[in-house]
T-cell receptor, first 111, second 114 residues
Framework: GQNIDQPTEMTATEGAIVQINCTYQTSGFNGLFWYQQHAGEAPTFLSYNVLDGLEEKGRFSSFLSRSKGYSYLLLKELQMKDSASYLCAVRRGSTLGRLYFGRGTQLTVWP | DVKVTQSSRYLVKRTGEKVFLECVQDMDHENMFWYRQDPGLGLRLIYFSYDVKMKEKGDIPEGYSVSREKKERFSLILESASTNQTSMYLC?????????????FGPGTRLLVL
């Protein structure tokens, strides 16, 4: 399998900024995805990076460094509804769209 | 909008029963996937399929089989359900590997095996 590591849990307060890190080791890297999953629901797509740098999408941004095998998801102006699990997933070029998932980071946002 | 549906949201079965979980997608996607998700273990791939009648084992295929007779439908079969197969099962689909094509997930089936 692929080594994809992310913290198990994080907490933050409303209005704050939080950064969720993800490190990976893989061959044939072909993209990194972030998903959000609320309790009891299916994962939903947040962001995609394949080149180095920052991708910004509203309150959420995702960064990738391929040479370091490192990505982060940055959430700004946190809201209570951002409490969820955040999944990092890596795609390899040879595997027909298959994604390799980390175990997820459970984020709790406090008022 | 891509839609992936699963036949049941909740299912209770007894040990030894044969269980069928159905997944249907309406976007003509070639690739379909079955995962199970357990606390602390994340999403683990059971099987995937990249075309009709084609299947590939994922990381944890033991105790499962799959069927893909039509492009839009991918079935997961538990030949003889066991209590350690109690889990959340998620189906996903994706088109052929385009630049930004993500996987689209169904709502999940929470299976309890007694």
């Amino acid at each position: 399998g692929q080594n994809i590591d992310q913290p198990t849990e994080m907490t933050a307060t409303e209005g704050a900024i939080v950064q969720i890190n993800c490190t990976y080791q893989t061959s044939g890297f072909n993209g990194l995805f972030w998903y959000q999953q609320h309790a009891g629901e299916a994962p939903t797509f947040l962001s995609y990076n394949v080149l180095d740098g920052l991708e910004e999408k509203g309150r959420f941004s995702s960064f990738l460094s391929r040479s370091k095998g490192y990505s982060y998801l940055l959430l700004k102006e946190l809201q209570m509804k951002d409490s969820a699990s955040y999944l990092c997933a890596v795609r390899r070029g040879s595997t027909l769209g298959r994604l390799y998932f980390g175990r997820g980071t459970q984020l709790t946002v406090w008022p | 909008d891509v839609k992936v549906t699963q036949s049941s949201r909740y299912l209770v079965k007894r040990t030894g029963e044969k269980v069928f979980l159905e997944c249907v997608q309406d976007m003509d996607h070639e690739n379909m996937f079955w995962y199970r998700q357990d606390p602390g273990l994340g999403l683990r791939l059971i099987y995937f399929s990249y075309d009709v009648k084609m299947k590939e084992k994922g990381d944890i295929p033991e105790g499962y089989s799959v069927s893909r007779e039509k492009k839009e439908r991918f079935s997961l079969i538990l030949e003889s359900a066991s209590t350690n197969q109690t889990s959340m099962y998620l189906c996903a689909s994706t088109p052929p590997q385009g630049a930004q094509e993500t996987q689209y997930f169904g709502p999940g089936t929470r299976l309890l095996v007694l």
